[in-house]
Antibody
Framework: EEQLLESGGDLVQPGGSLRLSCAAS????????MHWVRQAPGKGLEWVST????????YYRDSVKGRSTISRDNSKNTLYLQMNRLRAEDTAVYYC?????????WGQGTLVTVSS | EIMLTQSPATLSLSPGERATLSCRAS??????LAWYQQKPGQAPRLLMY???NRATGIPARFSGSGSGTEFALTISSLEPDDFAVYYC?????????FGQGTKVEIK
């Protein structure tokens, strides 16, 4: 059974940093592009970042570019999102998802709250 | 950036009725369009990919259509479990974008 388990969400002050992790199991992790999608409280879904299966290509939305780094460790079946210089508008549930283009499987999410 | 506009924002229907949800793209996305269902407190679930292909385990009452800039998700006969928020998403270009969602609520 496929499983994605996010962790690392926390309450952090504006300007702070956080690293999210996503442990994957039940499928060949290195064969799939992986993504982070977020959802602010009471709002819709927003794509954040994508990394290809090999890790050779990475994509970011403009609002996080330069502040965030997506990475993966295929030997550990784990996806990461390092977020720096956090802003109040980064407050959201962050979901880890897999899929070639559409997001075919989702984790349950981890909550990031940016507040003083 | 490709904008996706969903309509209506809210659809009030009774169980057994047919639901038709629309998603319009600001430029052609070919058939690189997916639909998701999200219930309160849960992660989204993929319903349709490639505009018209049901994901694994999705009941046949869900169907998708369209290509280019106009897409639709149809639920032929609403079950109590289908009342939720539905999002469309394109993966034709970067950044990946979602529509703002359509809430299907019980009338």
């Amino acid at each position: 059974e496929e499983q994605l388990l996010e962790s690392g969400g926390d309450l952090v002050q504006p300007g702070g940093s956080l690293r999210l992790s996503c442990a994957a199991s039940g499928f060949t992790f290195s064969a799939y592009a992986m993504h982070w999608v977020r959802q602010a409280p009471g709002k819709g879904l927003e794509w954040v970042s994508t990394i290809t299966g090999s890790g050779s290509d990475r994509y970011y939305r403009d609002s996080v570019k330069g502040r965030s780094t997506i990475s993966r460790d295929n030997s550990k079946n784990t996806l990461y999102l390092q977020m720096n210089r956090l802003r109040a508008e980064d407050t959201a549930v962050y979901y880890c998802t897999k899929g070639p283009g559409s997001f075919e499987y989702w984790g349950q999410g981890t909550l990031v709250t940016v507040s003083s | 950036e490709i904008m996706l506009t969903q309509s209506p924002a809210t659809l009030s229907l009774s169980p057994g009725e047919r639901a038709t949800l629309s998603c319009r793209a600001s430029q052609s996305v070919s058939n690189y369009l997916a639909w998701y269902q999200q219930k309160p407190g849960q992660a989204p679930r993929l319903l349709m990919y490639g505009a018209s292909n049901r994901a694994t385990g999705i009941p046949a009452r869900f169907s998708g259509s369209g290509s280019g800039t106009e897409f639709a998700l149809t639920i032929s006969s609403l079950e109590p479990d289908d009342f939720a928020v539905y999002y469309c998403q394109q993966h034709s270009g970067w950044p990946r974008t979602f529509g703002q969602g359509t809430k299907v609520e019980i009338k």
